[in-house]
Each structure stands twice: as C-alpha cells, then as structure tokens.
C-alpha cells in the first residue's frame, strides 16, 4: 500500500501534470486537448489499479479517426518523459488497447525506438516492492508490444482473428492464395510472438497486483487469436507438404516445418497456465502440432531408411568391385615371365621373319 507521503507527491504531479497540459494544448484544437486529458487521467500516480476504463475508451475512440497519431503521439509522450512505474504500466495498457483498435499498422513503435527513444528495457523504479515488481513488467510489456507490432506489420494487419467457422473458412481461403515460402515466414513470426510470451517476467499471485492482472487478461487475449492464424497457417502447410500429387511453389517440403514444430513444443509447458481460458481450443493447436510433428518424424526416418539402402547399394558395389579385381589378379599371375610368353605364342624364329621391312616372307 502506499505511504501518504507518496500519496500526496503523486496527486501534487497529476494535478501539475493536468495543468501544464491545459496550459500547452490550451491553443490546440479540443480533441487533441481532450485526448491528452483523458490520457493523463487515466495514468494517474496514486491509484494501484487499472487504467480507468471511461477514459481508456475515449483516447481509443480516436485511434481510427483523424486525431489517431495524435492520440499515438500523446501516448509515446506519456512514456518518454516518465519515471514511475505506475504511469508506465498503465500507458501501456492504453497503447495495447490503442493498437488493437486501430485498422491501420501501426509502425512507430519499433525495436530501434523502443531501445533508443523509449528506454524502457533498463526501466527501473525502486520506491516500493510493488513498483519495484512493476518494473520488471514495463521492460517486458513494452517488448511485447514491439513484437505485436512488427508481426502485425507482417500480417499486414492486427491478429485479430475471432472463434467463428465463417472466419476461420476466410482466413484459411485467404491463406491459400499465398505462396509456401511467406507463409513460412508469417508461421515463423507467430511462433516467435509464442516465444516471447514465455520470456514473461514471475507471474504474481492473482488479484495481488490487478495492473499485471490486467496485462495478462490482455495477453491471453493476443494468444488465442495467435493460436487460431498459427492453426491455419499449419493445416494450409499440412495439406500443401502432404498431400500426393500436390505441387507447391517453392523449394520448402516437411522437413523445413520441423524446427518450428519444435520450438512450438518448447513453448508448450510455459503456455499451459493460460489454458484455462479456452481449453478446447488449446487442447485442439497442441493435437495439430502433436500430429504434424510425428509426421516429419516418419518422413524423416524415411529419409534415413532411404539413405541407408543407398548407402549398402554403394557399399554392395564397392565390394562387387573389389572382388572383380581381386579375381582378375588371380585369373592371370606372371610368376616367370618367360615361361608365360611360351604358353601363350610358342615363338619359332624360322616359322615368321621379316626379312624386307615391305613384306611378310614365309619360309620353306
């Protein structure tokens, strides 16, 4: 809980920072004002909860309207210039919510920005135990977010792929249009996205830090609709690379899907905790990479049986080889060889000479 000293430092703040907003923005126009004060309303210093919803869900009703990358703008702003662990977590719930609202791409938030601009990698706040536990959130939030960021780049959208056959029928049709090698590559992203989910920091115990409940609601969130574009994703690759008599674009086969099939299924046990959400669908994408993987398994030891019949049909006629020679060293030996001359032409010098360099004379 925090001090009343702190209390009252960081209602002195939020009312200082209101006002320099106030005076700033005071020849803006009223949407870029309001978008600043809702914001700063609901990234206060003092309060131990979540950003509140109300003005969450005014800066977001701007982010698909002209006043979107003012509103993007005020949060990256809120970010750069503050210290405290609680304006941080909570600004970046509200550009978590910011992205996941806004049709377009956003491309701003980028590692070379979020390393050099943002600095939030080496964030630190050590005025309590529950700011100091925040911390380590904001360096892996903002981290998060980066990654959310370029795989939506990647899809060319914000995943955002709901639990409905008629959309899961789209996105599969809308798959199969693309060449093997990029979904490949949107697979790989995916996956990626997984592997960051497990770098998380130590999960608190639940309702003992609502701001990290929130993040992590949000997170789960980001996986299952991960979870759904990966199923896709892997059933195209799986009809493509199995299916006899269907020729793909490109070089790739079974094999190149193995690795990440394996990285999938490092990821599973630290996943497992948010299975509870929507467990039949968990259980269904772990069964799909379970199957897939035996079946690079067996293509595999195919491919390894192959080599070895190849490899006794070589060494078969290396030892074909050696046994044609060594018969033949033994068919003919020259142990003296005069004697071998003789048995093969009895020479006579009277029967055949040559006595004109013209002509063959045969002697009476």
Not at 19 to 30: N, P, T
Not at 65 to 83: D, N
Not at 85 to 99: G, N, R, W
Not at 104 to 128: E, H, I, P, V, Y
Request: glycine share 4%; hydrophobic share 40%.
């Amino acid at each position: 809980m925090p001090t009343l000293k702190a209390l009252i430092i960081g209602k002195v703040k939020d009312k200082a920072s209101i006002s320099k907003v106030r005076l700033f923005h005071s020849f803006s126009s009223k949407s870029v004002r309001y978008i600043h004060l809702a914001l700063l309303k609901s990234t206060t210093h003092t309060s131990h909860k979540p950003p509140n919803c109300d003005y969450v869900s005014a800066v977001v009703s701007y982010s698909n309207s002209p006043y979107g990358p003012a509103a993007f703008a005020a949060v990256l702003w809120r970010l750069r210039v503050t210290k405290d662990a609680l304006v941080a977590t909570k600004t970046l719930i509200v550009f978590h919510k910011l992205i996941k609202s806004s049709r377009a791409t956003f491309g701003g938030f980028d590692r070379d920005r979020c390393q050099n601009n943002l600095k939030l990698n080496d964030f630190s706040n050590k005025s309590s135990y529950f700011t100091l536990e925040l911390s380590q959130w904001v360096g892996w939030y903002a981290s998060y977010l980066d990654c959310l960021s370029w795989i939506s780049e990647v899809l060319g959208s914000f995943p955002n792929l709901k639990e409905s056959s008629k959309e899961k029928a789209k996105e599969k049709d809308c798959v199969w249009s693309y060449q093997t090698a990029y979904i490949m590559r949107q697979t790989d992203s995916l996956v990626t996205f997984f592997e960051h989910i497990c770098t998380r920091p130590e999960i608190p115990p639940r309702f003992q830090n609502k701001i990290v409940d929130e993040i992590r609601e949000l997170v789960i969130q980001d996986y299952f609709t991960v979870i759904r574009l990966v199923m896709v994703r892997l059933q195209v690759l799986s009809e493509r690379l199995t299916k006899p008599g269907f020729e793909h674009v490109g070089d790739f086969g079974l094999n190149d899907l193995s690795p990440v099939l394996v990285r999938l299924e490092e990821c599973k046990e630290s996943l497992s905790g948010f299975s509870w959400c929507c467990k039949r669908l968990a259980e269904d994408f772990w069964c799909l990479v379970e199957k897939l993987k035996g079946e690079t398994v067996k293509d595999d030891e195919e491919m390894v049986e192959l080599s070895g019949l190849v490899q006794t049909t070589v060494e078969d006629d290396k030892e074909m080889v050696e046994l044609a020679g060594s018969s033949q060293n033994k068919w003919v030996t020259f142990d003296d060889s005069e004697m071998a001359t003789n048995e093969v032409v009895k020479w006579d010098s009277k029967w055949v000479t040559f006595d004109d360099s013209k002509a063959l004379s045969l002697c009476t």
